[in-house]
């Protein structure tokens, strides 16, 4: 990487790290991808291809190098395995900078989700300046990431038109326990 491109942070927290995708991490991230009850709150909604999946790590890539900031591949401290993505995404055409979380079904149900999240915005507020209008993009349907949104404290603020259906934007608090 050059001078100009910043550099990805990695972030420890008890359970996981929190780094840059590499190449590497393609057969796990594609297997995530491949899982239909993964993927079905995601984007368009449904599981994608492979290459779709390389895609996606090559876009977070991206951000970061244009943004500064971006989504980070997490990794479980025990393991060394991915277990799924938090981080930041606001590419063109987003509504604003969005707080967003994946992870691969066998680590549901855990935490992880919620101490990514809480480690990433914390991180991107106090260490990059993040400071400006924070939300996360949710389907109605999706339950799970409703009730992790209002656990890191963020309140329902719209419904709109996103990605060929319907988001609910839940804003996050500019300042929190774990920002």
Known sequence: MGDDVAAVPTLHTERLVLRAFTEADLDAYAAMCADEEVMRHIGAGGAVGRDIAWRQMALFAGHWALKGYGMWALEDRASGALVGRAGFLNPEGWPANELGWLLARPHWGRGLAHEAAL????????????????????????????ALARRLGAEHEETIEFMG???????????????
Not at 120 to 143: F, K, V
């Open 119 to 146: 480690a990433a915005r914390a991180h991107g507020r106090q260490a990059m300046g993040l400071s400006g209008r924070l939300i996360s993009l949710i389907r109605a349907d999706n339950l799970r990431s409703i």
């Open 165 to 179: 259906g319907v988001a609910q934007v839940w804003r996050h608090p500019a300042s929190a326990p774990g920002a």
